[in-house]
């Protein structure tokens, strides 16, 4: 069955960073795009950052860009956020996600709280 699990999350001060990861199992990574989301406490969930199958194209939220990069490991199984400058406006759990076969899954998310 497909299993995503992220880790990495923590407690941070603005300015700071964090390196995410979500380990995938299940299904031929390789083969499928992976996203990452967020969620804050009353706000709607948020696309954070998508990238394709090779790594060769990504794309990010606006309230993001140029400050989070995406990156993905075929030969580990496993899809990075790393994620610089970061504001307490960044402060979610963050999740991974991958659609296949027309149903979307989803890891148990990592919280990131950012905070002086």
């Known amino acids: 069955q497909v299993q995503l699990v992220e880790s990495g999350g923590g407690l941070v001060q603005p300015g700071g960073s964090l390196r995410l990861s979500c380990a995938a199992s299940?299904?031929?990574?390789?083969?499928?795009?992976m996203r990452w989301y967020r969620q804050a406490p009353g706000k709607e969930r948020e696309l954070v950052a998508f990238?394709?199958?090779?790594?060769?194209?990504?794309n990010y939220a606006d309230s993001v860009k140029g400050r989070f990069t995406i990156s993905r490991d075929n030969a580990k199984n496993t899809v990075y956020l790393q994620m610089n400058s970061l504001k307490p406006e960044d402060t979610a759990v963050y999740l991974c996600?991958?659609?296949?076969?027309?149903?979307?899954?989803w890891g148990q998310g990592t919280q990131v709280t950012v905070s002086s």
């Open positions: 996600n991958v659609m296949r076969l027309r149903h979307d899954y």
């Open positions: 299940g299904f031929t990574f390789s083969n499928y795009a």
């Open positions: 990238i394709t199958t090779t790594g060769g194209s990504t």
